[in-house]
């Protein structure tokens, strides 16, 4: 089971400050989890600059430039926000029995769990 998930809210845990001009302690939505690459994309957070050759389109405006948009993060550089403490926390994973249809069953779900701090 995915410990991130799309549509999640994380935090940047490391990577420079934001005072030096990096992301770490931004908080934002995952937009895309890329599984195979291990990968997050995180709306407003790791900005990049791609250079699009100048061209045409069937109206005939120039299309083309430098673009601003995000790049992906790999995923053990965030952690979940846990919803009540609006801080980031670890992510556990407890059993619970679930009744569908008369047949029970029992599933992993995905829990933020408390720190130290917080207790």
Not at 23 to 31: P, T
Not at 43 to 60: I, L
Not at 88 to 111: A, C, I, N
């Amino acid at each position: 089971m995915a410990r991130i998930k799309k549509g999640d809210l994380v935090e940047v845990i490391t990577g420079r400050t934001q005072a030096r001009g990096g992301d770490r302690g931004k908080q934002g939505r995952v937009l895309e989890v890329q599984v195979e690459k291990n990968r997050v994309l995180i709306e407003g957070v790791n900005f990049v600059k791609k250079h699009v050759r100048v061209g045409q389109t069937q109206r005939g405006s120039k299309t083309g430039g430098i673009e601003t948009q995000e790049a992906s993060i790999h995923a053990s550089n965030v952690a979940l926000v846990d919803p009540e403490t609006k801080k980031p926390t670890k992510v556990g994973f407890r059993l619970e029995e679930v009744t569908k249809d008369g047949v029970t069953k029992t599933v992993r779900v995905r829990y933020a769990k408390k720190s130290g701090k917080d207790l």
